[in-house]
């Protein structure tokens, strides 16, 4: 047994078959394409700001954070303490 032909599509089916649909969505690309060319000197992802303050008060990550935009990338195993001395040695005083 075949199903009959006579079956109406459903909404959805007339939505994707749609000119329009396939044109809004289009459309949709181009917008989001222009807005992120057109956004000037503004990443699309921004970096994380750099921490400020004491070191002391950093957690892990920041103080991982701060080595590694220095291009001083600290081992996986270091622990808090022997990162929190390596940003010390490193720290430029103003």
């Given at each position: 047994?075949?199903?009959?032909?006579?079956?109406?599509?459903?909404?959805?089916n007339?939505?994707?078959?749609?000119?329009?649909?396939?044109?809004?969505?289009?459309?949709?690309?181009?917008?989001?394409?222009?807005?992120v060319?057109g956004?000037?000197?503004?990443?699309?992802?921004?970096?994380?700001?750099?921490?400020?303050?004491?070191?002391?008060?950093?957690?892990?990550?920041?103080?991982?954070?701060?080595?590694?935009?220095?291009?001083?990338?600290?081992?996986?195993?270091?622990?808090?303490?022997?990162?929190?001395?390596?940003?010390?040695?490193?720290?430029?005083?103003?």
């Amino acid at each position: 047994m075949s199903p009959s032909r006579d079956t109406k599509p459903s909404e959805a089916n007339r939505m994707l078959t749609s000119k329009n649909a396939v044109l809004a969505f289009g459309g949709l690309v181009a917008l989001a394409t222009a807005l992120v060319l057109g956004n000037g000197d503004q990443p699309i992802f921004p970096k994380p700001d750099d921490p400020t303050g004491d070191p002391a008060t950093w957690s892990i990550d920041q103080l991982r954070r701060w080595l590694e935009l220095r291009n001083l990338y600290p081992s996986p195993t270091a622990t808090r303490e022997e990162l929190l001395e390596r940003v010390r040695l490193n720290i430029r005083r103003s």
